[in-house]
């Protein structure tokens, strides 16, 4: 039955790392196949010809690309167990918008901090502590930005969690200074089985982008 | 059934129009707010939309919905009448990709090709183009992106078969042409063609002197910067 579902990864993405959760939390057993993004393989490369790029779930044969797409063909084909999407459609739009934030802002503004320079990157940080201040306000008191439960947003959001070494290191800023309610959300994230074990570790992630950041730079 | 339904939208937007369509489809009435985005928002538009402050808003009985996909989203699961995205969920994925791709690469480089300055025309030209061909690819012979009818991705198309010819006309570029893209094409004059979709468009002589006027203003920034 395994075979039936297919996810070309790569450890450090946080896009593939959505992915990996959501199949965790909804108990699917799949292979994973790791890709050398430095040498794509034909198989990726027939999956995803738009975007050549992971992650991609492949289920009986057919590709499913695009990380929240993947999330929510997740989340309606295995429907019985853990749902991540709420069921009105408000709290859903809601979801959504959060996600959306996290794209636009986060992953953007982000690897700024961690990839760029000088003023780009003093301003990068600026940002970044102003939107994640925002997601603060947004989660209020509650454990989950869905309000008791762990979803959609929870799974959009918990990957940069191993981008945080790598913000404050390159940065040069306090995350749980400015955000303390957004790193409890996140550790208690981290205690879910299905997060811990489908996030790497923060500092190979750092020496990981740091490696990256020099080969821009190089160009 | 004493429902609110308001669109605070902005005629000439193409994000807002995505909105309007979609309640046209559905046949839901509602109320329209014309916001004054180029000159001073309402203090009702930050308030619904205070981290983006943007059009358009969706407000059903007194809630906002924001950005223009979680909209469409919202109008299908809340309005079960005309669907416009597919049930099945690997159906629904596709679709849900395709809209994903328009939005992200498809619309803002065929927009940029509009007012690039003239040294850099020629390269995001070329990559619009690459875009538009492999739009065409995902009507793969069918009428509309939909199938038979128009379903979420024409919808969202809207801003390239519309809104980009209109733009194009303006700058003398022929980059959606009937013999470059003859699918494509053939697309966008049908999807025009249809009474929902003809009635609520705004009209083309609106329109040209709208977009000349911006793609002025986009090339005068860039010069600035």
Redesign the interface.
């Known amino acids: 039955m395994s075979d039936e579902i297919i996810l070309l990864d790569f450890w450090s993405s946080p896009f593939a790392m959505r992915v990996r959760i959501a199949l965790a939390e909804k108990g699917i057993e799949y292979e994973a196949r790791e890709e050398d993004l430095s040498n794509k393989s034909s198989l990726l490369l027939k999956m995803n010809p738009?975007h050549k790029q992971i992650p991609v779930l492949i289920?009986k044969g057919?590709p499913?690309?695009?990380s929240l797409?993947?999330v929510?063909?997740i989340d309606?084909?295995w429907s019985h167990k853990s749902p991540l999407l709420p069921s009105h459609?408000?709290h859903?739009?809601n979801a959504?918008?959060w996600a959306?934030?996290v794209d636009k802002k986060i992953y953007p503004i982000g690897k700024l901090v961690w990839g760029a320079t000088g003023e780009v990157q003093e301003a990068a940080k600026k940002e970044l502590i102003e939107s994640m201040k925002?997601l603060e306000g947004e989660l209020g008191d509650n454990p989950y930005f869905g309000g008791e439960s762990f979803g959609f947003t929870d799974v959009a959001l918990i990957p940069f969690y191993t981008w945080f070494y790598s913000l404050e290191t390159c940065g040069d800023f306090s995350i749980i200074a400015n955000c303390p309610n957004l790193v409890a959300w996140a550790k208690r994230c981290m205690q879910r089985e299905s997060v811990s074990k489908s996030l790497p570790d923060q500092y190979k992630v750092y020496c990981f982008l740091m490696e990256l950041k020099k080969k821009f730079e190089a160009k | 059934m004493g429902e609110e339904v308001k669109v605070f939208g902005y005629w000439a937007s193409p994000y807002s129009y995505r909105a309007e369509l979609a309640l046209k489809l559905k046949g839901v009435s509602y109320e329209y707010i014309n916001e004054d985005i180029f000159g001073n928002k309402s203090d009702l538009l930050l308030k619904y939309n205070p981290i983006h402050k943007k059009v358009p808003v969706l407000l059903h009985n007194g809630k906002p919905i924001v950005e223009s996909l979680v909209i469409l989203e919202y109008i299908e699961e809340t309005w079960k009448q005309n669907p416009y995205l597919p049930q099945d969920p690997y159906d629904k994925a596709t679709a849900r990709f395709w809209i994903k791709f328009i939005d992200e690469k498809c619309f803002p480089t065929l927009w940029l090709a509009a007012w690039s300055p003239e040294n850099e025309r020629e390269k995001v030209t070329n990559e619009a183009c690459e875009y538009l061909k492999t739009l065409e690819s995902a009507l793969n012979g069918k009428k509309f992106f939909g199938g038979e009818t128009i379903g979420m991705v024409d919808i969202v198309a809207s801003s390239v078969g519309y809104f980009i010819r209109v733009t194009q006309e303006i700058m003398g570029l022929n980059l959606l042409s009937a013999d470059k893209f003859p699918q494509l094409f053939q697309w966008s004059e049908d999807f025009a063609n249809c009474s929902i979709v003809k009635e609520s468009l705004p009209p083309r002589d609106k329109l040209l002197p709208f977009v000349k006027g911006l793609i002025a203003k986009y090339q005068q920034d860039n010069a600035k910067a």
């Open positions: 738009v289920h057919r499913v690309c695009e797409i993947i929510q063909y309606e084909v459609p408000y859903r739009a959504r918008f959306d934030f925002v």
